[in-house]
T-cell receptor, first 111, second 114 residues
């Protein structure tokens, strides 16, 4: 079945460094969402991208949706310790109702 | 407005025991989901419901049953628990609008099967 691949699985950075996680699909996606899960917590919605080539920013976070709507990225500028957690992408299949989640990228930040 | 509430928060079962996890949402959402989360596996969909009285299988439905008798509640049942079902279970809900794909998650149920 359709899968959404997320890379890297883990990333450790020094505070102040940038961080990027990528989400890739073999098929065209209707839209894509990003979620953040803090250690011991539950996933919390960050943003949804719908349009081809769309770019959205939330403070230090930049989200992009590829032109072909098959990939997406989340970039964090100048990471802080509060950015620690696992970032998931999820996508809606064109013909279905269930969202598919990537396996997530776990970010750790040392100060 | 509590959002999505899951009970219980923690549970330890012995192999072969049964239990029901309750998910309740007060946002009048049509769609509800049950996921399990295991280390390195991300979120895997167990069952979902697109409205009251409906249920459908997800990616890993074996060993689980669900019911959606009321719109606000989605129950996940384990008839005969197995150690492989040790996991963190999350319930989520969302509106039925195509442009509103935001899922709201509960705090999770941490289940251990011995």
């Amino acid at each position: 079945g359709q899968q959404v691949m997320q890379i890297p699985q883990y990333q450790h950075v020094q505070e102040g460094e940038d961080f990027t996680t990528y989400c890739n699909s073999s098929t065209t996606l209707s839209n894509i969402q990003w979620y953040k899960q803090r250690p011991g917590g539950h996933p919390v919605f960050l943003i949804q991208l719908v349009k081809s080539g769309e770019v959205k920013k939330q403070k230090r976070l930049t989200f992009q949706f590829g032109e072909a709507k098959k990939n997406s990225s989340l970039h964090i500028t100048a990471t802080q310790t509060t950015d620690v957690g696992t970032y998931f992408c999820s996508a809606r299949r064109q013909a279905g109702t269930a969202l598919i989640f990537g396996k997530g990228t776990t970010l750790s930040v040392s100060s | 407005n509590a959002g999505v509430t899951q009970t219980p928060k923690f549970r330890v079962l012995k192999t072969g025991q049964s239990m029901t996890l309750l998910c309740a949402q007060d946002m009048n959402h049509e769609y509800m989901y049950w996921y399990r989360q295991d280390p390195g596996m991300g979120l895997r969909l167990i069952h979902y419901s697109v409205g009251e009285g409906t249920t459908a299988k997800g990616e890993v439905p074996d060993g689980y049953n669900v019911s959606r008798l009321k719109k606000q509640n989605f129950l996940l049942g384990l008839e005969s628990a197995a150690p492989s079902q040790t996991s963190v279970y999350f319930c989520a809900s969302k509106l039925d609008l195509v442009t509103k794909n935001i899922q709201y998650f509960g705090a999770g149920t941490r289940l251990s099967v011995l």
